[in-house]
Nanobody
Framework: QLQLVESGGGLVQPGGSLRLSCAVS????????IGWFRQAPGKEREGVSC????????NYAGSVEGRFTISRDNAKNTVYLQMNSLKPEDTAVYYC???????????????????WGQGTQVTVSS
């Protein structure tokens, strides 16, 4: 059974950092494009970042460009989202998702992703 489990969320002060992890089981990570999404209360889900199967393509939302970095370790079946210079507006539940359909460059549109984790809360507040 294909599963994704996020971890690493928490409470952090503005300007701080967090690293989210997405542990994948039930399939070989090499075959999947992975995306990170977030949803704040009262807002639509936003595609934050994505990474292609072999890491040669990454993509970021403009709101996080230059502050967040996505990476993957296929040997550990884990994808990471390093978040630096966090702002209160980054507060949301963060989800990772997997797509076995995307080939080549990754995409942040949620419709491409078939498998989702349960999410981890990130709160940026002083």
């Amino acid at each position: 059974q294909l599963q994704l489990v996020e971890s690493g969320g928490g409470l952090v002060q503005p300007g701080g950092s967090l690293r989210l992890s997405c542990a994948v089981s039930g399939f070989t990570l090499n075959y999947a494009t992975i995306g990170w999404f977030r949803q704040a209360p009262g807002k639509e889900r936003e595609g934050v970042s994505c990474i292609s199967k072999n890491s040669d393509s990454t993509n970021y939302a403009g709101s996080v460009e230059g502050r967040f970095t996505i990476s993957r370790d296929n040997a550990k079946n884990t994808v990471y989202l390093q978040m630096n210079s966090l702002k209160p507006e980054d507060t949301a539940v963060y989800y990772c998702a997997a797509s076995l359909r995307v080939a080549g460059a990754c995409a942040r549109a949620s419709g491409w992703y078939d498998y989702w984790g349960q999410g981890t809360q990130v709160t940026v507040s002083s």
